[in-house]
């Protein structure tokens, strides 16, 4: 796809006119953090913060030391896919159908889970049909039907996995009561008409191709699975701390190698101040040496700049892709956020078992400060003390904070911009109606 952000000259100026590290922090904020870093009893050496002041001036201690960003890690793979693939890119899984023989042409869509399988069943159902004799599929088909919940170890993704997915989802006789728990949940969560109470479905034999048998049949026809637009699958991966979604954007957009090459192009960033092992922030054991994604505080409070810039370039905001503490749930339903700050800033969270991070954004009197909080201690609930206390400290330094005008949209994995009923669509089209 064409890339649809790419920044001009200026972005590389205004990256390097803010990454000097000799910068006094605020006195006041200073004095905040030493305080509270010495009550928790945590190495003052190894912690850094940061935020930009009301003239746009990188202020804090340490913001030139290298620290590991965890979780952190997913704005920085956010503003890459929206660089890269645009806000209002989707995930189009092609359904091709010919002689009760069904070819899906996948999409890498990182949500493809039980709620997307689920409803794709119930349209399937809806449209008239309740038996395929083989399904095929691509090496692009990645499904992961514990999608929408955390996991930490990237699941295994090949033919014989994708097609015992496959099998399980349409051969809806042979499912567990968990199963049919789970689609009754998600019956009861959606829209009325947009999934049928029950679903019936049996197929004979499931394999993965290297080819679509049914593209050159004369009497295929095809449906497309849509996606939300990938702003709302962002949003959704930063509020829950999504790893495998984050994993698999990283992959789709070519991983450490082509992630570093637009960190070097973008940015004029070299490895040595950025490096990335993987998308979501978890380590990556290489050669059994462990492997961490590090930046510094200064450089990723640009590069959470750059991001606002990008999204906004686009037509939407920070808030439609980073979590807001406080109407937001996520990795922030156990944060003591002040009622005072609601809606007036977005963040990310990240914890290791040796490091505590918080970065984001806050809509201030005097403006957008970007912030970060990196913390490298195994004491984690110190460090987020720490962490929730120097939120307050910079807004009020900043003249306190300005609410966003900011309403919480709920998810759902499949196209919510859906036709209200299939009377609308006659037949299937061979250029490709849609199914959502």
């Given at each position: 796809?064409?890339?649809?952000?790419?920044?001009?000259?200026?972005?590389?100026?205004?990256?390097?006119?803010?990454?000097?590290?000799?910068?006094?922090?605020?006195?006041?904020?200073?004095?905040?953090?030493?305080?509270?870093?010495?009550?928790?009893?945590?190495?003052?050496?190894?912690?850094?913060?940061?935020?930009?002041?009301?003239?746009?001036?990188?202020?804090?201690?340490?913001?030139?030391?290298?620290?590991?960003?965890?979780?952190?890690?997913?704005?920085?793979?956010?503003?890459?896919?929206?660089?890269?693939?645009?806000?209002?890119?989707?995930?189009?899984?092609?359904?091709?159908?010919?002689?009760?023989?069904?070819?899906?042409?996948?999409s890498y869509d990182p949500f493809l889970g039980n709620e997307k399988m689920f409803f794709l069943l119930s349209q399937l159902n809806e449209l008239g049909f309740t038996k395929f004799d083989t399904i095929t599929f691509d090496k692009n088909v990645i499904i992961n039907p514990d999608v929408q919940y955390a996991s930490d170890e990237y699941p295994t993704i090949?033919?014989?996995?994708?097609?015992?997915?496959?099998?399980?989802?349409?051969?809806?006789?042979?499912?567990?009561?968990?199963?049919?728990?789970?689609y009754s949940n998600f019956y009861s969560m959606a829209k009325v008409g947009k999934f049928r109470k029950e679903v019936n479905f049996e197929v004979q034999n499931v394999k993965m191709v290297e080819a679509n048998p049914l593209a050159n049949n004369a009497d295929v026809k095809v449906l497309t699975l849509s996606s939300p637009s990938l702003y709302k699958y962002?949003?959704?991966?930063?509020?829950?701390?999504?790893?495998?979604?984050?994993?698999?954007?990283?992959?789709?957009?070519?991983?450490?190698?082509?992630?570093?090459?637009?960190?070097?192009?973008?940015?004029?960033?070299?490895?040595?101040?950025?490096?990335?092992?993987?998308?979501?922030?978890?380590?990556?054991?290489?050669?059994?040496?462990?492997?961490?994604?590090?930046?510094?505080?200064?450089?990723?409070?640009?590069?959470?700049?750059?991001?606002?810039?990008?999204?906004?370039?686009?037509?939407?905001?920070?808030?439609?892709?980073?979590?807001?503490?406080?109407?937001?749930?996520?990795?922030?339903?156990?944060?003591?956020?002040?009622?005072?700050?609601?809606?007036?800033?977005?963040?990310?969270?990240?914890?290791?078992?040796?490091?505590?991070?918080?970065?984001?954004?806050?809509?201030?009197?005097?403006?957008?400060?970007?912030?970060?909080?990196?913390?490298?201690?195994?004491?984690?609930?110190?460090?987020?003390?720490?962490?929730?206390?120097?939120?307050?400290?910079?807004?009020?330094?900043?003249?306190?904070?300005?609410?966003?005008?900011?309403?919480?949209?709920?998810?759902?994995?499949?196209?919510?911009?859906?036709?209200?009923?299939?009377?609308?669509?006659?037949?299937?089209?061979?250029?490709?109606?849609?199914?959502?």
């Amino acid at each position: 796809m064409k890339n649809l952000g790419l920044f001009n000259i200026l972005v590389h100026i205004s990256i390097l006119g803010l990454l000097s590290t000799n910068v006094l922090a605020n006195d006041q904020t200073d004095k905040v953090w030493s305080q509270q870093l010495k009550a928790e009893g945590i190495d003052a050496k190894d912690q850094a913060y940061c935020y930009t002041d009301k003239d746009g001036k990188a202020t804090g201690q340490n913001l030139g030391m290298k620290i590991r960003l965890a979780s952190v890690s997913k704005l920085l793979t956010s503003l890459w896919a929206i660089d890269k693939l645009g806000v209002d890119y989707k995930y189009n899984t092609k359904l091709y159908i010919s002689n009760n023989n069904l070819h899906i042409e996948g999409s890498y869509d990182p949500f493809l889970g039980n709620e997307k399988m689920f409803f794709l069943l119930s349209q399937l159902n809806e449209l008239g049909f309740t038996k395929f004799d083989t399904i095929t599929f691509d090496k692009n088909v990645i499904i992961n039907p514990d999608v929408q919940y955390a996991s930490d170890e990237y699941p295994t993704i090949n033919s014989i996995t994708m097609s015992k997915f496959l099998k399980k989802y349409f051969n809806t006789q042979a499912w567990s009561k968990d199963s049919k728990d789970e689609y009754s949940n998600f019956y009861s969560m959606a829209k009325v008409g947009k999934f049928r109470k029950e679903v019936n479905f049996e197929v004979q034999n499931v394999k993965m191709v290297e080819a679509n048998p049914l593209a050159n049949n004369a009497d295929v026809k095809v449906l497309t699975l849509s996606s939300p637009s990938l702003y709302k699958y962002l949003k959704q991966m930063n509020i829950k701390s999504n790893n495998y979604v984050a994993e698999t954007v990283f992959r789709q957009n070519g991983g450490t190698q082509e992630f570093s090459k637009f960190l070097t192009e973008t940015f004029k960033l070299s490895a040595d101040q950025v490096s990335f092992y993987s998308g979501s922030g978890l380590p990556v054991m290489i050669n059994g040496i462990r492997n961490d994604n590090f930046a510094t505080c200064s450089i990723t409070l640009n590069l959470i700049s750059e991001l606002k810039k990008s999204i906004e370039k686009q037509g939407k905001t920070i808030e439609d892709v980073v979590a807001v503490p406080g109407s937001d749930g996520g990795t922030f339903r156990n944060r003591i956020i002040s009622a005072d700050f609601k809606n007036s800033f977005v963040a990310k969270t990240g914890t290791l078992m040796h490091t505590s991070t918080l970065a984001g954004a806050m809509n201030t009197q005097n403006g957008f400060s970007f912030f970060g909080i990196f913390n490298q201690s195994t004491d984690i609930s110190g460090s987020k003390i720490v962490q929730n206390l120097m939120v307050k400290s910079i807004m009020n330094e900043m003249g306190g904070p300005k609410v966003f005008n900011y309403e919480v949209e709920g998810f759902h994995a499949y196209n919510e911009e859906s036709v209200k009923s299939f009377d609308e669509i006659s037949d299937f089209s061979t250029i490709g109606a849609n199914l959502f």
